[in-house]
């Protein structure tokens, strides 16, 4: 598997081999939200960074999911709307949300390593 990047909000993203994105939330975040129940995946098209792109409903909460990154989506996975709780069952897998074209690579660069996410985790736990 490729490197994994991380943002503060508990996404992570993987370049895949023909250059796109995939992302998806982390085992923080969809132990956090509960049993997923419900999906709302993003259009495709273009995105600014920080906007909202899906929503995620739990037993215990809804939380959006934002673009990490300017890009357009390419592609949604389709498979969650009719099993929800792919996102906790396997989130770094089967659970994945979009892929995306971002529009500035040096963007993925910038974001949290798997050490620096870990760090970060124990930081707000800490706090």
């Given at each position: 598997m490729s490197e994994l990047r991380f943002t503060v909000d508990h996404e992570w993203l993987r370049v895949d081999q023909d250059g796109l994105i995939t992302v998806g939330v982390t085992h923080f975040a969809q132990d956090a939200?509960?049993?997923?129940?419900?999906?709302q995946l993003p259009e495709a098209g273009d995105y600014e960074q920080g906007a909202e792109v899906a929503v995620l409903e739990s037993v215990k909460a809804a939380s959006s999911i934002v673009m990490p990154m300017a890009g357009e989506v390419i592609a949604?996975?389709?498979?969650?709307?009719?099993?929800?709780?792919?996102?906790?069952?396997?989130?770094?897998?089967?659970?994945?949300f979009f892929r995306m074209r971002a529009a500035d690579m040096s963007a993925f660069d910038s974001l949290m390593d798997e050490s620096a996410y870990a760090r970060f985790l124990t930081a707000t736990a800490d706090a």
């Open positions: 939200l509960g049993d997923v129940v419900f999906v949604v996975n389709a498979t969650l709307e009719e099993t929800p709780e792919l996102v906790n069952q396997a989130p770094l897998t089967e659970g994945w």
